[in-house]
């Protein structure tokens, strides 16, 4: 729980290779933001002493408490904080705040996990989850691109479901090295082959089917290889819309107004309305003026 | 066309990493027989110099035909062959064998090409193939496991379609790195956790978000660390399985006696009668002999 009468709160989002921490007020303006490549990797367990360090970096004070999400708080963080089941309310985040053992007014904000259709789980996310709703965001459903994105559906204020993909990572993966890898040379954006990669996906046949089909096409000249990339691309995304079963009259918001963000935009059209676009730092500031204004009324 | 007086000949799976070679007479008896790492990547081009070299070591004189299957054949080969259409049956493969410009006597077996559900592309298999048929196999499905395993419906001595999964490149992939690579160390194989892997695979979710799930099972402490390789290769496999709608009274060949073979043999369990597991060498050497009988009815 923050308490109640700061009126100042210390926010990172503290994740595998990246964090940024922004220090807002009460009322929500944000007096201070910093962004560096000291994720939990790069830590090496010293994660009180990164933290100081950020601190006087942005020169806040130790009385100044801090709100950290992400993967800080997974076992390979600075303190293994339980996973919340997808029932407990966004707006309850607040009061289920995770007290670093040893370290007063440093806590932690719980991931959430389900187990429909296997096992699936989030941190970080949640976070950002809650500043969407408090930007208005309502029923519907979020998806939030990245290395491994994530489609929420909201209701009532609570998780209805969510599934991640691990989208970037293995177009990253298949980029990187092996038989696509040839063909996946950074090129320019490519609307047709990304059209024709989310096509592909709509047939739902398995990835590790669709996949070597894009190098087939390309050695039955069927597609030139400079659209490779593009064609795989919207294959990955264009799973990820399928699998979600995003239609005509579905309300969804991409969490995400970089260039990944715009991928998905492009996606959506070919599967529903205009996707809203919200972006990744506004939200975030708003689940840390919601956590810390949720903190008046407990 | 192998010239019809020819009473032995030298045959080559030449792939991308490896080469196999046998030279076999008409009766089909196996003369003498090598292997080597010379592929398509070693021999820098010099295919001529490469096939010399392999005459001399395996004392075949430049009177002998080769006949030559795999990447050999591909844009990176010593010579493209363009893919037949699966319409042309298996046994016409004899009569379609591509001649070297400038080398006489040295011959390439085409690869197949269908565009159905998108596209997909064999070379090397269809040489299997017609050994599988010369040794027996009939309508039904042949799985032919691999970094690229091929699921072949053969129906009357023709393909009637085929799929290609990229199941051995992306298992390799995700022990080699990213965030399931710390869980996919070396290990004991674990039925229980293959068995979790195919159950997995037949819910059709897409891989991206299944192969998450591993991780996720992992973090939310629902499965050991240790048990995820076998989940991962049991879902991956499985996901071929599922693919293919294998279930009870499938008639299935799997084409290798080896321990990738054996794999896919356990996940048939799951889905269908116990498949008939076939030696590759076996089936090539079948495969050399139907080419080389095949010539004398031309």
Redesign the interface.
Known sequence: MIPAHADKMLGVDWGTSNRRAYLVERGGRCLARHEDGQGMLAVGGDFAGSLAALRQTMRVDDAVPVVMSGMIG??GGWQEVP?LDIATPLAALASHLAPVAGHPGCLIVPGY?T?A?????MRGEETQLLGALALGVGDGTVVLPGT?SKWVQLRGGRIARF?????G??FA??AA???LAAIMGPGEDDDDAFAAGIA?AR?G?????????AR??V??K?MAPSKARSFVSGL?IG??F??SGAGPGARLSILGSNALGAHYARAARHFCEAPAVLDADAVYLAALTQLLQGSQHE
Request: some cysteine; glycine content about 10%.
């Open positions: 997974s076992a996973y996990c187990r259709d296997g096992v699936d789980v491994h599934a991640t993909f691990m989208t990572e293995l993966m298949l090295g092996g038989t592909q047939l046949l398995p990835l590790s089917q669709s996949l070597f089909g087939a096409r050695v039955a069927d990955l799973t990820e399928t699998a």
